[in-house]
């Protein structure tokens, strides 16, 4: 029995992380949210920077939305930041304070998909459901050779049917973790570890040596460029001002300096000061100067992020355009995003 394999193998080769040795659906569900696209290397440090400040969901529930986001500075997809404060009020408000136990219950939680409610279902609370991640779409693509296109919703419940006997059978938190770890170590993308692997007996793709064809991916979309012009105003050489970005999207409640969009990567200096008369009602401009310009990949944009340095003895920025007055190194007290960040501190 393959499933069977899989656990023995996952419980001699799991690596030991902190969220393994927990069934507490609050550490579950924190570990789920930090880690989505995010390696473990990477997500690991938050993960334990959020749970050792915040003991439960409602210590969590009372913080400030700007805490959460200094807090979750450099890991990118701000949005689920700003999703755990929304999903904590709510299950305070709308479950006492506790996690409700069925994945249909957990996806109406803010941030919570169909991946994560069954993650924190079969883990925290053994229910009978399957995981499907990336790592599970490559290593089950390759072991019955499924040729549906991955990630869709079509792929899912095709991954789920298979799924779904294995995991009824056996401990649905070990089985889907054990998955996932063992897509994640042994059934890697390139080269991956057959002569090893436990399921290498029940594997198509192993046996029919097609293991090169799996999984079938859907053609990504071309990344859209953007311009992106940031502005870093100095008054008198010491002051600056940021920006509060409010409109939705991947960088909303972050700051950033004064920015704009332009057509093309390369403008004049004029187009700076157009734009700097557009957004103050007076402006005494000392110099303007062309820092550096980079070019930064979001999953549909590609960026280019160019940085303008603009030294003024006098500014008054219209009352519509909201600006908070800052000291250059008291920047590191306010979140911001990671173009920034690179502008800033790299
Ligand atoms: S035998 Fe190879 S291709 Fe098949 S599941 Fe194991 S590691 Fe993946």
């Not at 053994?126 to 549906?148: A, H, K, Q, W």
């Not at 999207?249 to 972050?254: H, K």
């Not at 219209?318 to 690179?342: A, G, W």
Request: one cysteine or more.
């Amino acid at each position: 029995m393959w499933n069977l394999e899989i656990i023995r193998w996952y419980e001699n080769n799991k690596r030991d992380l902190p969220w393994r040795n927990s069934k507490d659906p609050f550490h579950i569900w924190l570990s789920e949210i930090i880690m989505q696209q995010t390696k473990i290397e990477q997500g690991l440090p938050y993960y334990l920077k959020f749970t050792s400040k915040y003991l439960s969901i409602s210590d969590l529930a009372n913080e400030t939305e700007e805490n959460i986001l200094k807090l979750w500075q450099g890991l990118g997809y701000y949005s689920r930041g700003r999703n755990l404060l929304k999903a904590a009020n709510q299950i305070v408000r709308d479950f006492n304070g506790i996690f409700p136990q069925n994945p249909k219950d957990l996806i109406k939680i803010i941030g919570v998909g169909s991946y994560s409610s069954s993650a924190i279902a079969s883990i925290a609370f053994e229910y009978p459901i399957p995981v499907v991640d990336g790592n599970v779409y490559r290593l089950i693509s390759r072991m019955f050779e499924v040729s549906t296109p991955v990630p869709s919703e079509k792929a899912r419940k095709v991954f789920e049917e298979i799924l779904l006997k294995p995991v009824q059978e056996v401990t649905p938190s070990l089985f889907n973790q054990g998955i996932m770890e063992l897509g994640s170590l042994i059934c890697t993308p390139k080269n991956p570890r057959c002569e090893i692997c436990p399921v290498q007996l029940y594997c198509g793709a192993y046996k029919n040596n097609t293991i090169a064809n799996f999984p079938v991916k859907i053609k990504k979309q071309k990344a859209q460029p953007l311009n992106l012009n940031f502005l870093q105003i100095m008054l008198n050489g010491e002051k600056t001002y940021l920006t509060k970005r409010i409109e939705p999207g991947i960088w909303q409640g972050l700051f950033e300096f004064p920015n704009f969009e332009s057509n093309s990567k390369m403008i004049h200096k004029d187009r700076i000061i157009e734009e700097l008369n557009r957004i103050t009602k007076k402006i005494e401009i000392i110099s303007i100067q062309k820092k550096t310009q980079f070019t930064h990949l979001l999953t549909h944009k590609k960026i280019t992020a160019s940085y303008w340095i603009i030294n003024v003895s006098e500014i008054c920025f219209l009352e519509n355009f909201s600006t908070f007055e800052t000291n250059l190194d008291e920047i590191n007290k306010f979140p911001v995003h990671r173009l920034m960040e690179k502008i800033l501190f790299e």
